[in-house]
């Protein structure tokens, strides 16, 4: 999780119940832009419980920094945000419809920052609930263990930065994946067993897959269109690098 180097700052636990909507602003912004220098690194804990949530819509907003997630929580979402700028401590918000649940993180661009960043997002998702994901980050790099969520849908955007996303698990259903980046590089590795498809475009960046056959304008594998459950990927690069491992 977080480097060890964290224990003894400051920390702020944030825990949420699926009660009703709910919305913490973890900052004050008046959305204007202004520099300011870095000091110690703060951390916050998140913890939404799952209660009767079947299905949730969660998106995830990071302007720059580092974001890790991963499944096996038995919350909804959970984990620790790790920070050097004030003004960048996350705004949190959920709503809850029936069984329902949406959930928005997002950091405040209301500052720059002058000297050595530090921005770590490391969060963790529950496996069972029916989950829309959507990332968007503007720079940095995001490390992604997603194979082993319920997933329906799956968006990235990257604007400068890394992307290594890995869905190998055993998925139970059809689900999509689009990915859309700037400068930088995007991997993906694929779930063994299940049909796929996919598409990807590189600007003026490389393409290279492995594992699957190049049938006309997309790859896919033997499994694909025949299988049970079938994945379909979308990938867009500007400038830099597309891997798809099947």
């Not at 959920?94 to 002058?114: F, K, L």
């Amino acid at each position: 999780m977080i480097d060890a180097a964290l224990t003894g700052c400051m920390q702020k636990t944030l825990v949420f119940g699926l009660l009703g909507p709910v919305l913490l602003a973890l900052t004050g912004c008046d959305g204007s832009f202004r520099q300011v220098r870095t000091g110690p690194i703060e951390t916050s804990l998140l913890a939404l419980n799952r209660a009767n949530a079947e299905r949730a819509d969660v998106e995830l907003n990071i302007s720059a920094g580092e974001l890790k997630i991963h499944g096996g929580s038995n919350k909804l979402i959970e984990g620790k945000f790790s920070f050097n700028v004030p003004d960048w401590r996350p705004q949190v918000r959920s709503s809850v419809n029936g069984s329902h649940v949406a959930i928005t993180v997002q950091q405040p661009s209301s500052a720059g920052a002058i000297g050595d960043q530090k921005n770590i997002w490391d969060l963790e998702l529950n496996d069972k609930v029916l989950m829309d994901l959507a990332l968007h980050c503007g720079a940095g790099e995001a490390r992604m263990s997603l194979g082993s969520l319920n997933l329906r849908s799956l968006q990235v955007r990257m604007g400068a930065g890394q992307v290594d996303l890995d869905l190998t698990g055993h998925p139970t259903h059809d689900y999509e994946v689009d990915i859309s980046g700037g400068v930088g590089q995007a991997t993906v590795h694929l779930p063994e067993g299940v049909g796929i498809r996919a598409e990807a475009h590189g600007g003026l960046g490389s393409i290279k897959v492995s594992g699957l056959t190049r049938k006309g304008d997309h790859y896919e594998n033997d499994l694909y269109d025949s299988a049970k459950v079938n994945v379909t990927l979308k990938v867009n690069g500007g400038i830099g690098e597309i891997r798809i491992i099947g």
